[in-house]
């Protein structure tokens, strides 16, 4: 864990980005390609994101699930996934609208 205060985005990620946040990590969406990344805030695999990162792959390796997000591998030391649909009212996670404040 880092022992700053600042928020650590991947590269060519910043706070307009930002989805959401708990206490183990960022979602953050790349809206050019409807790529989903899941990061820890500060810079460094947690052990919490490299538990479910190996979920994810295990989900990959026997065929994945319909109700799921496309794993698609790792980048740095987030977790990238799509399949995040636009919908006609704004951006959907399958079928849960998303939640956009700001311009």
């Known amino acids: 864990m880092s022992d700053d205060d600042e928020i650590h985005f991947p590269t060519g990620f910043s706070l307009p980005d930002l989805l ?3 206490n183990t990590a960022l979602v953050l969406l790349d809206q050019s390609t409807d790529i989903v ?6 810079g460094q695999a947690s052990d919490e994101t490299t538990v479910e990162r190996q979920i994810y792959e295990r989900f990959v390796q026997r065929g994945g699930h319909k109700g799921m997000l496309i794993y698609h591998g790792a980048f740095e030391w987030a977790s990238v996934s799509s399949m995040l649909r636009r919908g006609t009212s704004g951006l959907t996670l399958g079928s849960i609208p998303l939640m956009r404040t700001g311009g």
């Open 20 to 22: 959401a946040y708990g």
């Open 37 to 42: 990344v899941k990061a820890s805030g500060d």
